[in-house]
């Protein structure tokens, strides 16, 4: 006998649109459409239903799934006391998936419509990697920028909408990301007026003064969707092709900043405060960072699966020591939340199987992560005097990763954007690790600090000749 699945506690007919939502992927699905979800069961908001939409050719086989199936996603939790099911109803239509977005447009130019929000990835927001700013010489910018009224981005989308509003007298809409970027709205609210600065200044000042992009903290680990999730669905009787998994845990933390109005999420869950910047520095520094330590010495050594990382004595280890003792004290305080007890929560959701979160996703990109979720814990605790052994070690194992083989002398594929220059920097600090942290793009002012520098070249030297779990059992017999 199949399991029961949990249907929408509402009449969707009595739904209306309030909100488009821009790049349909798995975690908007796991997250926002389910907080909205639960809301309308109380049967209060109904006029904050959702539209969807894309930019990408991609997402047009995403809305014909979708469509299929009456815009309903499959829901389903990995809680390892009981895996269950649901439909969520919260989204009425996905918008036409074509170039020059003519739909989108007309949509967010309704004024029924009062947010617009977006995952479209942290690469989506036109950043350039060397100042941290806005791009405005990207070719995709160049592109909307040269026809506004044909865009290819979310965000000339964005403008086109906010343009028609404005001249038909219409209040702009909220524009409120979801991504997982420090500072999502400061960054969007860039993105969307710098590329209004390139077509006229005058609606770049408009945008700057008149529309407005709350920060947000989001959280949920939502895997990719494989055959293992479309098994799952099966075993619910569902014939999905895009069902989506998540674990039970699920956070928001939003900045009340809506002047068109919002739904009262406070109902469901969602956190208003103005200290957003405090939750987001917590969760990079102790989640992502956590991630951070136990995903390469689990690369290095062979291990597939983020649980199988956990469960290993010696990475386990290492997390504790390196969170407890170089990044937990000078996370500053966050309102309402005893930061031991949030790391302890972090560790069990780590360690949950049903996740099966891969360790090789978690050494995705580590040139665009380690300057966000490692160096700035180190400089943290060498400022208080303290040292940073282990996020020294940590530096070092990522370094030895990079060199492209395992313990086990297994070749680990290119898994970072810039990966043939870093394999080639990591193999060459293999005799002179101060060429690892040259990389000023990512160490700073850090690769000039003796005592880091030659922490960092101990822990090198120690992988290369001893492997990882030596080296790990050398430092953890280290008293603090
Ligand atoms: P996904 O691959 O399922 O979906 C990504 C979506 O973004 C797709 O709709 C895609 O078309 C769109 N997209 C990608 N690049 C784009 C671009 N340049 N312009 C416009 N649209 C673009 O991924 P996901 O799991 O839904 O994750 C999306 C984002 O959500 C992440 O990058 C992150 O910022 C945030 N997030 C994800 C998780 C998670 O565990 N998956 C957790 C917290 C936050």
């Not at 989204?91 to 947010?115: H, K, Q, W, Y």
């Not at 927001?125 to 040269?146: L, V």
């Not at 303290?386 to 940590?394: E, F, K, N, S, W």
Request: glycine fraction near 8%; aromatic fraction near 8%; hydrophobic fraction near 45%.
């Amino acid at each position: 006998m199949t399991a029961s699945v949990h249907l929408p506690a509402y009449d969707r007919s009595a739904l209306r649109p309030g909100i488009v939502h821009i790049g349909l992927g798995n975690f908007h699905r796991a997250h926002m459409a389910v907080y909205l979800d639960d809301l309308f069961a109380l049967g209060v908001a109904q006029d904050w239903a959702i539209l969807g939409a894309g930019v990408r050719e991609g997402d047009a086989r995403m809305r014909d799934a979708l469509k299929a199936q009456d815009c309903l996603s499959t829901v389903i939790e990995l809680d390892p006391a009981g895996i269950t099911c649901r439909r969520i109803g919260a989204m009425l239509d996905f918008l036409p998936v074509e170039p020059g977005n003519a739909s989108l447009i007309a949509a967010m130019a309704d004024p029924g419509i009062r947010i617009v929000s977006l995952t479209v990835t942290e690469g989506g927001y036109f950043i350039n990697a060397a100042t941290g700013a806005f791009d405005p010489d990207a070719p995709e910018i160049r592109a909307d920028a040269a026809a506004p009224d044909q865009p290819g981005t979310a965000f000339g989308a964005i403008l086109a909408a906010l343009r028609a509003r404005r001249a038909a007298g219409i209040a702009p809409f909220t524009v409120m990301s979801c991504d997982n970027l420090p500072g999502n709205g400061h960054v969007t609210r860039a993105a969307v007026a710098g590329l209004a600065r390139l077509i006229d200044p005058a609606l770049a000042d408009w945008v700057e003064t008149h529309v407005a992009f709350p920060n947000g903290m989001v959280d949920r680990i939502t895997p990719a969707t494989g055959p293992r999730e479309r098994a799952m669905a099966a075993e619910f009787g569902l014939d999905d092709p895009v069902p989506v998994t998540c674990e039970p845990f699920r956070q928001w933390v939003l900045e009340d900043y809506f002047p068109a109005g919002r739904p009262p999420l406070e109902q469901v869950g969602v956190t208003f405060t103005p200290h957003v910047h405090a939750y987001e520095l917590m969760k990079l520094r102790i989640l992502n960072g956590g991630h951070a330590i136990i995903a390469y010495p689990g690369g290095l050594m062979d291990i597939e699966y983020v649980h199988e990382a956990m469960a290993h004595p010696l990475i386990s280890a290492l997390l504790d020591k390196v969170e407890r003792e170089e990044i937990i004290p000078y996370v500053p305080p966050v309102p309402e939340t005893d930061i031991a007890a949030y790391y302890d929560l972090i560790r069990s959701r780590f360690s949950n199987p049903e996740v099966a979160d891969t360790e090789r996703r978690l050494c995705l990109d580590g040139s665009n992560r380690q300057p966000k979720f490692i160096v700035p814990s180190v400089r943290d605790a060498l400022a208080a005097g303290r040292g940073a052994r282990g996020l020294a070690l940590v530096s070092a194992i990522w370094c030895r990763y990079c060199a492209g083989t395992s313990d086990s002398g297994t070749l680990i594929a290119p898994n970072d954007p810039n990966w043939d220059a870093l394999q080639a920097l990591a193999r060459a600090a293999r005799s002179d690790p101060q060429v690892w942290l040259g990389q000023r793009q990512i160490y700073g002012e850090l690769a000039d600090h003796p005592g880091f520098a030659a922490d960092f070249a101990h822990w090198l030297f120690s992988l290369w000749a001893q492997g990882t779990e030596t080296t790990l059992r050398s430092y953890l017999a280290e008293s603090a």
